[in-house]
C-alpha cells in the first residue's frame, strides 16, 4: 500500500492532538559549561536539589542558587551539555526505584542496572536525601549483629542499627573485613548493601565475583559509582544505598550497609564544593563536609516498628594518622571504630585489628551473653600484653607472672587470628574464648595454638552436638554448661594430637 | 558567556529600570532589542570596548555612533556614561539583553517564538495566543515560524517557558531511554 508522508504526518499529529496545554515547562539556558558542572540563567521558581532536565538528553541536579544563576551538576559524562541549551524544570528532586527485585542486582548511583540482566521491576520510586528517624521512632540497639570475625565480635561489638567506621591505612584489609561480614550473613534473613565509591572497576569486578561464589549476591544489593563517572554519580551513591537500605527497613528487615569508602566520597564532594567556588576549608574541605556524613549515617538506626540499618562506612587515612579532618569527623560521627593497623598487618596478625584503638560505644549491650561471659578478661589480658611485649623488648628479666601474662597473650593474639572469607558463629567463637580463657592454650606451642581451637569447636559440634545446640538455643553458657566444657576441654585436650 | 558578566549585567539593568520607574515607549523598546541584536551581530566591537588602550573619548564617540543607529533615546545616556566609566563597555550587549528580560518580566510581556511542522492557519493561530494568554495572564506576543525538524507537532517557547509536542520530541525520549539502557 503506498502510503504518503503527508498522511503519516496528520496521523502523528492526530495522535499528539490529545497532550494539552496543561502547563508550561519552566525553562532557562545554559550559560556556562565546566568539569560536570554548568551554569543556567533563568530557572527563577527552582529549588536546592531539584533535578534538571536537558534538552540534549543529559539530566543535572541544583546544587547552589545565585541571584542571576543556578549551579547544575550533570549526572552524566557521556551526554554532552551545550552552550545556549535550554534546561528544564522538573518540579521533582532526584528519585531512585526501589523495589524486592533489586536483591542480587548490581546498579549504578541512578539505580540503573549495570550488570546485564535486564532491566529491574521496580514499586516505587524514593527520593535520596530523606530525613533520618526521629528519638520517638528509634528503638535501643539491644541485638548482635555477627560479623562472624572472632576480633571485632568479641572485642568490638556490632549491633543491629550501629554505625561501627572501619579505619586503616590502603591494603589492611578494610573491604575483606566488611565483605567477611556480608558473607556471615547468609541465612541470617539480613539484607546487605555493599556501595562502591571512586573505586576501580577490576576492583568491583572481584568483590562480585567473589560475592557470586559464595552465594551472598542472593542477599545482597550492590550500588556502584566507580572513578569514571560523574562526581555527582559518586557523591550520590551513598544516599542511593541509604535509600535501599531504608526501603528494605521500612519492610521490617534487618540490613547491613557497607559505604566504600566515605574518602573517596569526601574527596568527590570536595571538587564539587570547588567547582561551586564555596569557600575551601581545613585540607580544602568544605565547611560543610561534616554534615554530609552526619545526615547520611544518622538514617541508621534500629526502629521501634521493626527493622534496622546497620552502617558500616570505610575511611582510608594515610600513615596511621587518625587525626586527619574526614577521619575524625567520621569517628565522632559513628557509634565506635574498628581501626585495623598496618603494622599489625604486616606481621601476619590478620585481621589486623588494633584492639587498643578500637572501640564499640553500643554493641556491648547487644553483644550475645555467652561470647560477652568468655570474653570479659580478653581485652585487659591483650592490654597487658601489648605493655608487657613493649617492656620486654627491652631485654628486662620478667617475673614468672609477667611470663605467664606475656604467654596467655601471645595465645589471645593467635586464637584472634582467622583466615580471610572463613567466618564464626557466636557458638563457635563463644568455644574459642572458652578454651582460651580456662588456660587450656597456656601449655601448647604457639604453632598449635590454632589447630587445637579449631578442632576443639569441631569436636565439640561433632561429638557433643547437644552441648553445641544448648549454647545456640539459648545464647548463653550456664554454670552447669560451664563445668561441662571444662571436661570435654579436658577431654579433648588429652586426644589432641599437634599436626606435623 | 561569562557568569559574572551576566550577574553584572543584571545589576546594571535593574538600577536603569529603577531610576526609570515610568514605561518605556515602544520606539524605545524596540531600540534596547535593536541595541542586543546590533551588538550581538558586531561582536568585535565588544572586544574593541574592552581594550583599555583605547581612549575613553573615542569609546563615547563610538557609543554615541550606535545609539543614533540604533535608535536610542537620551534617557538612556547616563547609563551608557556609567558603563563607559565603570570600564564595562564590553558588557553592552548583555545589558541590553538584560534589559529587555526584565522590563519584560516586570511589565508582564512575553514573547513565544511559536515553531510548527506546518503552516498555522489564522484560526490556529488565534487558538495558540488565547491559550497562552489563558495560561499566563498578560501580554503575549508570538512570531510564528515553521520548524520541518519538528516533523510533526508545536513548540511554544519563551526565555522563561517552553511547551513541545512533536513526533521529534517523543524520538529524542526514546532514543535517550535506549542509550541510558
Known amino acids: 500500500m503506498d502510503i504518503k508522508s503527508g498522511d503519516l504526518v496528520s496521523l502523528f499529529e492526530k495522535a499528539l492532538g490529545s497532550e494539552p496545554i496543561e502547563h508550561l515547562d519552566e525553562i532557562g539556558m545554559v550559560i556556562q559549561v565546566g568539569d560536570g558542572i554548568c551554569r543556567v540563567h533563568g530557572l527563577e521558581n527552582a529549588v536546592y536539589s531539584e533535578l534538571i532536565d536537558f534538552e540534549g538528553g543529559n539530566r543535572g541536579i541544583i546544587l547552589d542558587l545565585e541571584e542571576s544563576y543556578v549551579s547544575i551538576f550533570l549526572l552524566y559524562n557521556n551526554i554532552p551539555v551545550a552552550e545556549l541549551e535550554v534546561a528544564k524544570r522538573t518540579g521533582n528532586v532526584f528519585k531512585i526505584p526501589v523495589g524486592e527485585k533489586l536483591l542480587g542486582r548490581v546498579v549504578n548511583a541512578v539505580g540503573r542496572p549495570i550488570d546485564g540482566k535486564g532491566e529491574i521491576e521496580s514499586v516505587d520510586h524514593w527520593p535520596v536525601e530523606s530525613f533520618a528517624p526521629g528519638v520517638i521512632e528509634r528503638s535501643p540497639i539491644n541485638e548482635s549483629l555477627e560479623t562472624g570475625v572472632l576480633a571485632i565480635d568479641a572485642l568490638v561489638p556490632v549491633g543491629k542499627g550501629q554505625r561501627e567506621l572501619i579505619i586503616g591505612n590502603r591494603s589492611t584489609g578494610k573491604t575483606a573485613l566488611a565483605l567477611d561480614t556480608i558473607l556471615h550473613q547468609k541465612g541470617k534473613d539480613v539484607i546487605c548493601i555493599f556501595v562502591s565509591i571512586g573505586q576501580r572497576q577490576a576492583n568491583l569486578a572481584r568483590i562480585i565475583r567473589l560475592l557470586v561464589e559464595n552465594g551472598a549476591m542472593d542477599y545482597t544489593v550492590i550500588v556502584s559509582a566507580d572513578s569514571s563517572e560523574s562526581v555527582l554519580c559518586q557523591y550520590l551513591s551513598p544516599y542511593v544505598g541509604c535509600t535501599i537500605g531504608e526501603y528494605y527497613r521500612s519492610k521490617g528487615k534487618d540490613v547491613l550497609i557497607v559505604y566504600d569508602d566515605l574518602s573517596n566520597h569526601a574527596v568527590a564532594y570536595r571538587e564539587m564544593s570547588l567547582l561551586m567556588r564555596r569557600p575551601p576549608g581545613r585540607e580544602a574541605y568544605p565547611g560543610d563536609v561534616f554534615y554530609l556524613h552526619s545526615r547520611l549515617l544518622e538514617r541508621a538506626g534500629n526502629l521501634l516498628n521493626g527493622g534496622s540499618l546497620t552502617a558500616l562506612p570505610i575511611v582510608q587515612i594515610q600513615s596511621d594518622d587518625i587525626t586527619a579532618y574526614i577521619p575524625t569527623n567520621l569517628i565522632s560521627i559513628t557509634d565506635g571504630q574498628i581501626f585495623l593497623d598496618d603494622q599489625l598487618f604486616k606481621s601476619g596478625i590478620r585481621p589486623a585489628v588494633n584492639v587498643g584503638l578500637s572501640v564499640s560505644r553500643v554493641g556491648g549491650a547487644a553483644q550475645t551473653k555467652a561470647v560477652k561471659k568468655t570474653a570479659k578478661t580478653l581485652g585487659l589480658e591483650l592490654a597487658q600484653y601489648r605493655e608487657l611485649l613493649d617492656f620486654s623488648q627491652f631485654g628486662t628479666e620478667l617475673d614468672r607472672d609477667a611470663q605467664q601474662r606475656l604467654a596467655r597473650g601471645q595465645r589471645a593474639v593467635e586464637v584472634l587470628k582467622q583466615p580471610q572469607f572463613i567466618t564464626y558463629s557466636f557458638v563457635q567463637q563463644a568455644l574459642m574464648l572458652f578454651i582460651l580463657q580456662e588456660g587450656f592454650l597456656d601449655e601448647l606451642e604457639l604453632s598449635d595454638v590454632h589447630a587445637f581451637v579449631v578442632q576443639f569447636v569441631s569436636y565439640v559440634e561433632s561429638v557433643y552436638p547437644q552441648v553445641y545446640d544448648e549454647i545456640l538455643k539459648t545464647q548463653n553458657i550456664s554454670e552447669e554448661l560451664l563445668k561441662q566444657l571444662f571436661a570435654l576441654a579436658k577431654e579433648f585436650a588429652s586426644l589432641f594430637v599437634a599436626p606435623e | ?181
Open chain 2, 1 to 181: 558567556m561569562n557568569v559574572k558578566d551576566v550577574a553584572l549585567s543584571l545589576c546594571y539593568a535593574k538600577a536603569f529600570l529603577n531610576k526609570n520607574p515610568e514605561p518605556l515607549s515602544d520606539k524605545d523598546f524596540a531600540a534596547i532589542c535593536e541595541g542586543y541584536s546590533f551588538f550581538t551581530k558586531h561582536k568585535q566591537i565588544s572586544f574593541l570596548m574592552r581594550l583599555s588602550a583605547l581612549d575613553k573619548k573615542i569609546k563615547y564617540e563610538a557609543i554615541e555612533k550606535i545609539q543614533k543607529t540604533v535608535g536610542l533615546s537620551k534617557k538612556f545616556e547616563p547609563l551608557m556614561s556609567l558603563v563607559i566609566d565603570h570600564k564595562r563597555a564590553h558588557l553592552f550587549s548583555q545589558i541590553f539583553n538584560q534589559l529587555c528580560l526584565e522590563y519584560r518580566k516586570r511589565n508582564d510581556i512575553r514573547f513565544f517564538s511559536v515553531s510548527s511542522s506546518q503552516e498555522l492557519s489564522d484560526d490556529q493561530r488565534q487558538e495558540v495566543h488565547s491559550s497562552l494568554t489563558h495560561l499566563l495572564g498578560g501580554s503575549i506576543f508570538c512570531s510564528y515560524k515553521v520548524n520541518s525538524f519538528l516533523i510533526a507537532g508545536i513548540r511554544l517557547q519563551s526565555n522563561e517557558f517552553l511547551w513541545e509536542s512533536s513526533i521529534r520530541q517523543r524520538l529524542w525520549r526514546v532514543q535517550h531511554s535506549l542509550m541510558q539502557r
